[in-house]
């Protein structure tokens, strides 16, 4: 059993589950981010691999990827930064990119040192499951990593039950089909956790895009075992204060009951 | 292999869309529904008689084809051999870009698409896609580099006339990647009503056997054309000029297994292929995967892609349609290259030796002349892809 199976085992209910792009906002600071990250209450990181042409994300993300690419991050440098990382963060840790750069990186040599340095999964949206099928399931098993696939409102029961039994770890609930950081029409998106909620799936579920604060994460939480928090957070440290600081107000200001409105 | 076509060879492509090792469909979730539906779909339509019949009538009454074969006399004498220009140029629009903007608007009804989106590099693709739409009485929105707005000012102007939205793409370089990445994106925001009517053999498995279908047109004509003329259906030699690849695509096209013809294509080498300004992605690229399909692709050795150049908007593009990529690597097409100043050499040559203003891509395509051996007895058929309109102020300040 991975991190990861391990999380969903003792939590199944408010999984916060952070994005942050490697390499931002400083190429060093990805570690610093991680460990702000477990200190201040996150249950899960998504850690983002910088890419030219992220197609399924919006301009936040977008800017703090180029940004990223421009500080010097690659699959190669972060590698070298998450060597040890596991002797400060015990959090699972997934990676999420695209596949052109890890295709170029040689799909088995990723996965196998990713898994050496501790990660425990994969979302990687542009790899579709015709592909992940025939190609690369087995190498992510034989490195023991989750592979987790995105669901959105149009994707039908059928392939919902297929990617349930193809995903471990977690399925990524798509709140609608949007670009990262869009704005969400509320009605839709409960009507559609609604019926994923019914479905009884064998795989807990996360909702992303469009989660940015306590409501959102409230409204997701209701019908799920949590959610995925990426632009909101990002836009928070383009604030430029510290990120140890940047990081409790944020995550407080989702969790803490205390200092609802 | 489960294969959905009726004319199947290897350059055809297979279920999952590959061309031998390049294609298939790398989408995102949010956008599989649109693709599944198009794929499942595009045969069917395309193979039926009442949309054939509305394709053959819009290509006739509308775009104003057949487009003449047209015997380079002067031209054909210079360089000692045949040459004929398949005049694409008189296209309604300008350019080969309306055939299969004319199909794909077809599709769109069928499919219930009420929302049409579009990138474009030259703005050639965008005015063909506006010129439809207005047609139809559709929503047009065109994604336009930033960049190239600014180079192609008089084809925004055509768009906004036609009722088009053109919405400028301000990330990366500005140009034709970022525009066809801001046009996914949209697809993705809305997913219900709009339909993406990519403009060359690129994208997702089906694009570019769809694409690469309505433009086949020109090989067709091509054929029964250089028949009347010669009493031979086949040239000896093709040449297109190539950024994703649809023109070539469509001159190449019925002559794919016919392997006496020569095909023969030519990008964008920019300021030199070793300048680190060029979009010769044949030289210079390697497998990777952009917008949606596996293909050669300029990208560093971290798989970031890398910024394309070319003085032309429409070659200046990073990657190439997977149907290129296949006829590249197995060596049925010869992959040449053309810099800026030689293209606008040729541009000036054809205009002073045949009366023919050629649009920057399209002088890629005539350069080449210069590069190889002909003879007499060659019959060398080039696409004329496009007028020069678009490009007079470059013409101007470069040519003085």
């Not at chain 1, 199976?5 to 570690?31: H, I, W």
């Not at chain 2, 399909?293 to 150049?309: N, Y």
Request: aromatic content about 8%; charged content about 20%.
């Amino acid at each position: 059993m991975n991190r990861l199976e391990n999380l969903f085992q003792n939590k199944s209910k408010r999984v916060l589950n952070m994005y942050c792009t490697a390499g931002f906002p400083e190429l060093n600071s990805t570690l610093e981010v991680m460990r702000s990250l477990q200190r201040h209450g996150a249950d899960l990181i998504e850690l983002g691999m910088p890419y030219s042409d992220p197609l399924a994300d919006g301009p936040v993300i977008q800017e703090s990827s180029a940004k990223a690419i421009a500080n010097g991050m690659t699959i190669q440098v972060l590698f070298e930064q998450l060597k040890n990382f596991r002797n400060e963060i015990s959090l699972p840790v997934i990676l999420m990119g695209y596949m052109n750069p890890v295709l170029q990186y040689g799909f088995e040599k990723f996965c196998a040192d990713a898994a050496a340095c501790g990660i425990d999964g994969l979302i990687l949206p542009d790899l579709p499951e015709y592909e992940y099928e025939k190609f690369y399931a087995p190498i992510l098993k034989q490195n023991n990593l989750s592979f987790t696939f995105l669901i959105t409102p149009e994707t039908s029961a059928e392939r919902i039950q297929k990617f349930d039994a193809l995903s471990s770890g977690f399925l990524y609930a798509v709140s609608s089909s949007a670009t990262t950081g869009s704005q969400q029409n509320n009605d839709g998106v409960e009507a559609y956790l609604k019926r994923l909620q019914s479905m009884k799936l064998n795989n807990p579920a996360l909702v992303g895009f469009g989660i940015k604060d306590k409501a959102s994460f409230n409204r997701a939480c209701t019908y799920t075992n949590g959610a995925i928090i990426g632009t909101a957070y990002i836009q928070a440290l383009n604030q430029g204060k510290s990120i140890d600081e940047t990081t409790h107000v944020f995550i407080t200001s989702i969790t803490n009951n205390q200092y609802l409105f | 292999m489960n294969k959905s076509t009726n004319s199947i060879s290897e350059f055809h492509p297979d279920h999952h869309g590959y061309y031998g090792m390049f294609g298939g469909a790398f989408i995102p979730e949010m956008l599989y529904r649109n693709v599944e539906e198009l794929r499942t779909q595009y045969l069917q339509h395309m193979n039926d008689a009442s949309f054939q019949k509305d394709f053959q009538d819009l290509l006739r009454d509308f775009v104003g084809r057949p487009t003449p074969l047209f015997y380079a006399k002067r031209l054909s004498e210079k360089y000692g051999t045949q040459i004929w220009l398949k005049r694409e140029d008189l296209c309604h629009t300008g350019a080969h870009k309306v055939n299969n903007t004319v199909g794909q608007i077809l599709m769109a009804e069928r499919l219930g698409k009420k929302r049409i989106i579009a990138e474009t590099g030259a703005g050639q693709h965008g005015v063909a896609t506006a010129t439809v739409c207005a047609l139809k009485g559709l929503e047009c929105i065109v994604y336009m580099g930033e960049k190239d707005m600014q180079r192609q000012a008089p084809n925004v102007a055509r768009m906004r006339m036609m009722g088009a939205k053109v919405v400028p793409a301000t990330s990366g370089s500005k140009t034709l990647k970022d525009a066809t990445n801001e046009a996914i994106r949209d697809w993705i925001n809305h997913p219900e009503d709009t339909h993406y009517i990519i403009g060359s053999v690129v994208g997702p498995h089906p694009y570019p056997d769809m694409v690469a279908r309505f433009q086949s047109v020109i090989s067709e004509e091509i054929k029964w054309q250089l028949k009347d003329a010669t009493g031979n259906e086949e040239p000896t030699h093709v040449i297109a000029c190539v950024g994703g690849g649809s023109n070539a695509a469509g001159a190449f096209y019925h002559f794919l297994e016919s392997v006496s013809v020569e095909l023969i294509a030519v990008e964008a080498a920019g300021e030199g292929v070793d300048s680190g300004k060029s979009a010769a992605t044949t030289a210079l690229g390697t497998p990777g995967i952009l917008h949606g399909s596996k293909s050669l692709l300029m990208q560093t050795a971290d798989g970031q892609v890398v910024e394309p150049h070319s003085i032309s908007a429409g070659l200046d593009y990073p990657g190439i349609g997977p149907l290129h990529a296949h006829l590249h690597t197995s060596k049925r097409g010869k992959y040449l290259h053309a810099t800026d100043e030689e293209a606008l050499e040729a541009a000036s040559e054809l205009s002073r030796t045949e009366g023919i203003i050629p649009a920057l891509e399209t002088a890629h395509a005539f350069a080449v002349l210069k590069k190889m051996q002909w003879k007499p007895s060659d019959r060398v058929v080039i696409c004329l892809s496009g007028r020069g309109d678009k490009d007079l102020a470059t013409y101007m300040e470069k040519l003085k």
